[in-house]
Nanobody, 116 residues
Framework: QVHVVESGGGLVQPGGSLRLSCAAS????????MGWFRQTPGKQRELVAS???????NYAGSVKGRFTISRDNAKNTVYLQMNSLKPEDTAVYYC??????????WGQGTQVTVSS
């Protein structure tokens, strides 16, 4: 069972940047697609970005051009570089497999707050 710990969140001003990390306890090299999700109270989790083992990426329209997802299989880590942050990016960010049958229990996530 893969266990992940998300980190890197915090309080940042609009226009600022953050880099989130998702460290997995087990190998993620065989998981075809890994993704970052986010959730605001009262709203369903939203897939923000995903990346395949081959390096193909997909982004939600709201973050395209501002966020970059990457993965380092040797380190069993997935990253999310977030630039030009907006208040609407405020949420708890989680990582998980972006393959339904391979998803593991959600971690605690990391809080991102964008405010002046």
């Amino acid at each position: 069972q893969v266990h992940v710990v998300e980190s890197g969140g915090g309080l940042v001003q609009p226009g600022g940047s953050l880099r989130l990390s998702c460290a997995a306890s087990g190998s993620i090299s065989s998981i075809y697609a890994m993704g970052w999700f986010r959730q605001t109270p009262g709203k369903q989790r939203e897939l923000v970005a995903s990346i395949t083992t081959g390096g193909s990426t997909n982004y939600a329209g709201s973050v395209k051009g501002r966020f970059t997802i990457s993965r380092d299989n040797a380190k069993n880590t997935v990253y999310l570089q977030m630039n030009s942050l907006k208040p609407e990016d405020t949420a708890v960010y989680y990582c998980n497999a972006d393959v339904r049958r391979l998803m593991f229990p959600w971690g605690q996530g990391t809080q991102v707050t964008v405010s002046s």
